[in-house]
């Protein structure tokens, strides 16, 4: 079955259904685009992006009704409204008890398209809305709990537009969601919206991936990370790759019901290096690490003093080496932490500490060291470093240039900024 001129559906063993390609791709050449089946913008994000077709700019024109969604022009909204009007007058009628979850607001427009929707649209061209994996049969009792919750939510929240399918018919949807669903994200990785794409559903996972997926407004663009010959899978990366063996299927399991074997996954070839702890005359004890972390974690995201983060990552400093994954995952929270209270010498402090380990660690034309590069440029720009500056953004836009294509306008927005800084 065929999606693009160079693409194919097949039944790969032990895997079911995947995507190949059958000719020749070139590093950075696009293999598909896919446009979103149904996307919905994060509410953190209101009045910076318009909501139907993601464009960042100042000026954005809001709803008259509701006052709370934004949008480039009257095209926009007009051509939002069937999906805008699942929340507009609800919004305004339960006022701050309006609190659906991103994942409910998803899953409300999917029943929208689906009912106005009958024939397939262009991103079902070989994997159908409702063909995509569920695995409702593995969620535990937890997970089970939280779809009822949004199940309920939905209910209470749209149900003056919508007709809802039986229970479990719902209950198989959002679960489908949770598997198949994907988050939109910024040129710095941050959470833009969420969206679902039948087609890019199909595409299985590896710790050695083929491709990678970046978004243009509310498409997806699906482009080679490495050359590829004909025969080979089109792989993508379901999770982090920063984190080693053990820690990346851990994951996988718990959100995708799977186990990866990829070569990676078989000989743990970097997991040496993901793991390193400083010298210590006694072992430690596995316990006490969790612990540490754990705790380091809780500090860092209940956003308590910057102290705080600064003892737990000492703490942490005596036993783990800084290229350790767990020591990375602090000090980029840390970085996080600095950024959000205006304290731009201490973020590059620890952006400086992270790019090293990143650029080992993660595969070549990772947008993780893409985003760090566009961050610790952008601050020391702000800090009247400009060499260091443009140095840094040079280096990400070398990556974005093939993970997000030369015309794409994160890349181009990028060479403006560089030009006129």
Not at 108 to 131: D, F, N, P, T, Y
Request: hydrophobic share 35%.
């Amino acid at each position: 079955v065929w999606l693009e001129a160079g693409l194919e559906r097949f039944d790969s063993p032990g895997k079911g259904r995947s995507l190949r390609v059958t000719r020749p791709f070139k590093l950075g050449e696009l293999l598909f685009s896919c446009p979103a089946y149904s996307y919905v913008l994060s509410l953190e994000e209101r009045g910076c992006y318009c909501e139907s077709c993601f464009t960042r700019k100042n000026g954005l024109a809001k709803c008259g009704k509701c006052h709370k969604a934004f949008y480039c022009n009257v095209k926009c909204q007009k051509g939002d409204w069937a999906m805008h009007k699942l929340e507009c007058s609800a919004m305004t009628a339960f006022g701050e008890n309006w609190c659906p979850s991103e994942t409910v607001r998803l899953v409300a427009r999917i029943l929208a398209k689906k009912k106005m929707q009958k024939e397939r649209c262009l991103s079902e061209k070989i994997l159908q809305i409702g063909e995509m994996q569920s695995h409702i049969e593995d969620v535990d009792n937890e997970k089970r709990e939280m779809n009822e919750a949004d199940v309920a939510r939905l209910h209470r929240f749209y149900s003056k537009h919508l007709d809802f399918p039986d229970h479990k018919d719902l209950l198989t949807l959002f679960s489908q969601v949770a598997c198949n669903g994907f988050t939109i994200e910024d040129d710095e990785l941050s959470h833009l919206g969420t969206a679902v794409y039948p087609d890019v559903a199909l595409i299985n996972h590896s710790c050695l991936p083929s491709v990678i997926v970046t978004f243009k407004g509310t498409s997806a663009e699906i482009r080679a990370v490495k050359n590829m010959k004909p025969g080979d899978e089109v792989l993508i990366s379901y999770i982090d790759l920063l984190y080693p063996t053990d820690d990346r299927n851990n994951r996988l399991r718990e959100s995708y019901y799977f186990t990866c074997d990829c070569q990676e996954c078989k000989s743990k070839s970097r997991d040496k290096t993901k793991l390193k702890v400083r010298k210590q005359r006694d072992p430690i004890e596995p316990e006490i690490i969790s612990n540490m972390v754990r705790y380091a974690r809780k500090a860092i995201r209940e956003f308590r003093l910057l102290e705080m983060c600064e003892q737990s990552l000492e703490e942490m400093g005596a036993v783990f080496d800084d290229s350790n994954v767990y020591m990375l995952h602090m000090m980029y929270q840390a970085m996080g932490v600095c950024l959000y209270m205006e304290d731009p010498e201490g973020a590059i402090r620890y952006g400086e500490k992270i790019l090293k380990p990143y650029k080992q660690l993660y595969p070549p034309y990772s947008l993780n060291v893409s985003s760090m590069y566009l961050k610790l440029g952008r601050l020391y720009m702000g800090w009247e470093k400009h060499s260091m500056g443009i140095s840094a953004l040079k280096k990400a836009m070398a990556i974005m240039e093939v993970a997000h294509g030369k015309d794409h306008y994160y890349v181009t927005e990028l060479r403006n900024e560089m030009t006129q800084k």
